[in-house]
């Protein structure tokens, strides 16, 4: 399903291309492309960052939840920056977002609908302001509806020689040198901000006096009968553009998931809060809905932080009395990053259910755990079965092929 993305990933002119944790597909690789699917996210980030210090354009391909396994070296990309261009394209599989991470990070991030029109806009986009602003952008996208292919435009990539340009200023990390970067990159993202007051994937539809503001990556329903600014362009918000869409409605309510990197913004950027009087609790509710449900009687707690984070929340709430927890995660993402939060569970000790999807790793699940000594592992045949085990009254792995 991937194969129209990296096909519109190519079609930019990318020298290099990374990928990690997503399935393999068979790609055509244009000449002149490496091409890499690493061992994990961090070496890909890292590894595109070196070939985009040298003038590469670069381009890294995860999912939503794997680009939080890169955040050390991409909080630090703002800073150092990068020549040549290098666009972060992540795909949005299950209920995490990556919009948080722009004004955590300070990098530009655009969204997209995974429509392949609104995709090529975002990416142009990103690429276009990564090569004039020196600096790394994330595109979130939907997944594709479909497998369709784009042609490209023959095989676009840059063929000029690798260059590294020693600048002690921006490579070394020293405090003075920080805050000449600090002071360079608040400049810069006012700058990117100019520009997004005017990017075609701000879409606005007028129906009625009740006002929308949300994003194109964004999966939850929107009022009947209202007014919607769809953003394309989540960080640096377009203020100017959102003030104007604000004074049109006379009730602004901001709908973005569980994760408030609109209504961050919104906070410090001169909008009359008079109109957004439900923005707040718009945008709070989709985070508890997201984080905390009941299930067969048991409160449940999924990876709404990051991949794995449930194994870590259930901890912390067992240890401050919450009793009957059921904490949600997959094989990948427990074999990936939930290890060091089971191995800390098992060492300070804790009473809940850990149920993980398998998806035809069950064995391998079962050996990890087996090899931290821990064997009350259970695997169900049904869901439903998760009834059986409410009152365990310890630490317990449930494995299940199936959704949970």
């Known amino acids: 399903m991937y194969r129209g993305i990296y096909?519109?990933?190519?079609s930019f002119g990318p020298r290099l291309v990374y990928t990690a944790g997503l399935p393999k597909e068979a790609v055509e690789v244009p000449p002149g492309v490496h091409f890499e699917s690493c061992v994990n996210e961090k070496a890909a980030y890292e590894m595109a960052l070196a070939g985009s210090y040298a003038a590469k354009k670069t381009a890294c391909l995860f999912?939503?939840?794997?680009v939080y396994e890169a955040l050390d070296p991409l909080m630090s990309s703002a800073y150092t920056g990068v020549k040549g261009g290098m666009v972060v394209v992540c795909v949005k599989e299950g209920a995490l977002d990556v919009t948080p991470l722009g004004?955590?990070?300070?990098?530009?991030?655009l969204v997209s609908d995974g429509t392949p029109g609104d995709l090529a806009q975002a990416l142009a986009c990103a690429f276009d302001l990564s090569v004039r602003y020196e600096i790394p952008c994330l595109v979130e996208t939907l997944p594709p509806a479909g497998r369709t292919r784009r042609k490209r435009a023959g095989t676009a990539?840059?063929?000029?020689m690798s260059v590294f340009t020693k600048d002690t200023a921006r490579w070394a990390a020293i405090p003075?040198?920080?805050?000449?970067?600090?002071?360079?990159?608040?400049?810069?993202i006012e700058r990117i901000r100019e520009e997004f007051e005017t990017y075609g994937g701000n879409v606005r539809t007028v129906k009625g006096v009740r006002g929308v503001l949300t994003h194109r990556a964004c999966t939850e329903a929107m009022p009947a009968g209202a007014s919607v600014l769809a953003l394309g362009s989540v960080f640096p918000l377009p203020l100017r553009l959102v003030a104007q869409f604000a004074q049109s409605v006379r009730e602004l309510r901001v709908i973005e998931g569980g994760y408030?990197?609109?209504?961050?913004?919104?906070?410090?950027?001169?909008?009359?809060?008079?109109l957004c009087g439900g923005a707040a609790a718009g945008a709070k509710s989709g985070g508890r809905a997201a984080a905390r449900g009941k299930l067969f009687g048991l409160a449940v707690v999924r990876d709404c932080l990051g991949p794995a984070s449930s194994i870590n929340i259930a901890h912390g709430m067992a240890k401050s009395g919450v009793k009957g927890i059921l904490a949600l995660t997959d094989a990948d993402t427990f074999l990936r990053s939930g290890?060091?939060?089971f191995v800390n569970t098992i060492y300070n000790g804790s009473d809940?259910?850990?149920?993980?999807?398998t998806d035809g790793r069950a064995k391998e699940v079962g050996r990890a755990l087996r090899g931290f000594g821990f064997d009350r592992i259970h695997r169900l045949a049904l869901r439903g079965d998760i009834r059986k085990y409410r009152d365990e009254g310890r630490l317990t792995v449930l494995l299940h092929e199936g959704d949970l």
């Open 7 to 10: 096909d519109l990933i190519f």
């Open 63 to 66: 999912s939503v939840e794997g």
């Open 103 to 109: 004004p955590f990070s300070k990098l530009a991030l």
């Open 157 to 160: 990539a840059a063929d000029g």
């Open 176 to 188: 003075k040198f920080r805050f000449q970067l600090h002071k360079a990159l608040n400049e810069k």
């Open 260 to 274: 408030a990197a609109i209504e961050v913004q919104l906070r410090g950027g001169g909008i009359d809060r008079r």
């Open 339 to 341: 290890l060091p939060a």
């Open 352 to 357: 809940y259910l850990l149920a993980i999807k």
